[in-house]
């Protein structure tokens, strides 16, 4: 079973505009990351939160934690068609493994 | 600096087979993990290597098992395979308890 819940499963955007994407998680972590994943290849390191944290920022992306709600958002501001991906969260619960959502499927059109 | 290299990128197999896949890791790191991702899923945690044993493992049956060896490369081996078992299967590598995965791109396993 998933640890983490991303909303929405799928996001079509126009290209400038910002894209949001929350995870929802069941039990205490370390940190919470996020990941990009083109058609159905490799996952690609975004952001690392952690639990003492409660926003991060990187280039377009920021995110929020919330560890009373045991909840993140990850935004995409002036989106790009090179951001068209699914992004998964993934939590560290200092148990040496990540535990993946189903992911948010993420079109951004031209 | 060489990434995440996982071989073969694709393959093919059928109902009772063994399949073994390959994984070197990102050069300097010597921790690596195995993850299983069904179509329209995110991955799920297979195990993870250090030093040679397997020190953490997920909610997968003895049918699967893995090895590491003394240059930190990685094999995942799968027995008597079963439909259920087509996926994509993807290797990550770190430096011992990094919080940072860095992940290969991945073999397509289908069994028909």
């Known amino acids: 079973s998933q640890q983490g819940e991303e909303d929405p499963q799928a996001l079509s955007i126009q290209e400038g505009e910002n894209a949001t994407m929350n995870c929802s998680y069941k039990?205490?972590?370390?940190?919470l990351q996020w990941y990009r994943q083109n058609s159905g290849r490799g996952l690609v390191h975004l952001i690392l939160?952690?639990?003492?944290?409660r926003e991060k920022h990187s280039g377009r992306l920021r995110v929020t934690l919330d560890t009373s709600k045991k909840s993140s958002s990850l935004l995409i501001t002036a989106s790009r068609a090179a951001d068209t991906a699914s992004y998964f969260c993934?939590?560290?619960?200092?148990?040496?493994?990540?535990?993946f959502g189903a992911g948010t499927t993420v079109t951004v059109r031209a | 600096d060489a990434g995440v290299t996982q071989s073969p990128t694709h393959l093919i197999k059928t109902r009772g087979q063994q399949v073994t896949l390959r994984c070197s890791p990102k050069?300097?790191?010597?921790?690596v993990s195995w993850y299983q991702q069904a179509l329209g899923q995110g991955p799920q945690f297979i195990f993870q290597?250090?030093?040679?044993?397997?020190?953490q493992r997920g909610n997968f049956p003895d049918r699967f098992s893995g090895h590491q060896f003394p240059n930190y490369s990685s094999e995942l081996n799968v027995n008597a395979l079963l439909l259920g078992d087509s996926a994509l299967y993807l290797c990550?590598?770190?430096?011992?308890?990094?919080?940072?995965?860095?992940f290969g791109p991945g073999t397509r396993l289908l069994v028909l």
């Open positions: 990550a590598s770190s430096l011992d308890a990094a919080e940072t995965q860095y």
């Open positions: 039990t205490s972590i370390n940190n």
């Open positions: 939160i952690r639990s003492n944290e």
């Open positions: 993934a939590t560290d619960a200092n148990d040496y493994k990540l535990s």
């Open positions: 050069s300097g790191h010597d921790t």
């Open positions: 290597y250090y030093e040679e044993e397997e020190r």
